[in-house]
Every structure is written in C-alpha cells, then in structure tokens.
C-alpha cells in the first residue's frame, strides 16, 4: 500500500471521527487535506468534492476557513484547465487575505492568481501581480 492510500486512509478514519465528536474544524481540516492528496494524484474531480464538502460544513458551522478553501479551489481548477473559474477562486482567497491582513495568504494567492493570467496570456496584470507577490515576500520574508 502506498503513501497517499495510507494517508486517506487515516484522514477518513479522522474525518468519521471528528464528525462524531463535533469537531467541525478538523473534520474540515482533513477534508482538506484528502482534496489535496487528491489533486497530487490528478484526481482533480475527486480533490473538488472534498474541497467543496469542507466548504458546505464551513460555511454551516461558519468557521471562516474560506480564504483557504477557496485557495485549493482555485488550485483544483487551474489543474482542470478552467482558468476562469481558478481565477475567480484566487481573486476570493487574495480578497480575503487583503481583509484580514494575512500577508502570507496575499503572497500566495497574488502568485497564484500570476500563473493563471499568464496563461490567459494577459501578462501585465500577471506582471503586476508577481510583483505585489514578490513585495510581499520582500518585506514580511
């Protein structure tokens, strides 16, 4: 058995757990993680279900883990091809980020939302991005 089969193994058995106990947080929290052993794997479908799935019980139990969810939803899309969407997803994660001053999240999510306009091919707003990116990097380090 593999690396990434042991791991969802161990997040499902976590995620029956903590649903168990009410914890919503780490439900969410593995949820997460198994969309992102997915999207590893090129199961962009699956990774988006779980993404998804995580954001349903965030936004039900209001736990404000959106920037980051909305942060792999931009990755599963971008990895499927559909780079509006993935540009709509980073804009929400950078927007988020930007209101609640997360420096790291503004560095991300700016590179990120870069990749996809490059492959829009609209390369000044995908410069102009880097470069907020690498401004953000330079001064928080």
């Known amino acids: 058995m593999g690396e990434f089969a042991k791991a969802e193994i161990n997040l499902f058995k976590a995620v029956e757990i903590y649903s168990s106990t009410g914890e919503q947080e ?9 969309g992102n052993i ?3 794997q090129g199961k962009t479908v699956e990774a988006g279900k779980y993404i998804l799935k995580a954001f349903s019980i965030t936004r039900q139990y209001k736990l404000g ?3 980051v ?3 792999a ?5 971008f990895s499927q091809g559909d ?6 997803d980073y ?3 950078l927007d988020l980020s930007r209101e609640s001053q997360d420096q790291g999240g503004v560095e991300i999510y700016s590179s990120n939302l870069a990749r996809v306009k490059t492959e829009q091919q609209e390369y000044s707003e ?3 991005l880097f470069r907020d990116s690498a401004d953000v990097f330079l001064y928080w380090g």
């Not at 780490?26 to 198994?34: H, R, Y």
């Not at 939803?73 to 899309?77: A, E, I, M, Q, R």
């Open 83 to 88: 780079f509006k969407q993935a540009a709509s």
């Open 91 to 93: 804009t929400k994660a």
């Open 38 to 40: 997915s999207l590893a």
């Open 73 to 77: 939803l931009g990755d599963v899309h």
């Open 65 to 67: 883990e959106e920037e």
């Open 26 to 34: 780490k439900v969410v929290s593995a949820l997460s993680d198994l």
């Open 69 to 71: 969810l909305y942060g």
């Open 126 to 128: 995908a410069a102009k």
